[in-house]
């Protein structure tokens, strides 16, 4: 079965941080644009990161960027995304998502975790 475990969420206070994990179980990521989204309470979902896969360049969101680091580690198959210097704009529900196309295709990604809450708050 394709899909992604994920893990790392919770509660954390601001200026923390926070690593989220996906395990992805029945592909090799290594074939794949690897995506990040959120999605705030009554906002719609955003990209915030995006590896392309055609040469593992990464894309961020300008309200993340320096703050949030997208990285990968081939042989556990697992994609990660480290934050910090979280504020409580940041409270979401985080989504890694895969893409067979070299670049990532926004809500279009092939295979989406379930979603992992973050809330930042003191």
């Known amino acids: 079965q394709v899909q992604f475990v994920e893990s790392g969420g919770g509660l954390v206070q601001p200026g923390g941080s926070l690593r989220l994990s996906c395990a992805a179980s029945g592909f090799d990521l290594e074939g794949y644009a690897i995506g990040w989204f959120r999605q705030a309470p009554g906002a719609e979902r955003e990209e915030i990161s995006c590896t392309s896969r055609m040469d593992g360049s990464t894309y961020y969101r300008d309200s993340v960027k320096g703050r949030f680091t997208s990285s990968r580690d081939n042989l556990k198959n697992t994609v990660f995304l480290k934050m910090d210097s979280l504020n409580p704009e940041a409270t979401a529900v985080y989504y890694c998502?895969?893409?067979?196309?070299?670049?990532?295709?926004?809500?279009?990604?092939?295979?989406w975790g379930k979603g992992i809450l973050v809330n930042v708050s003191s």
């Open positions: 998502a895969a893409d067979t196309g070299y670049y990532c295709s926004g809500p279009r990604m092939d295979v």
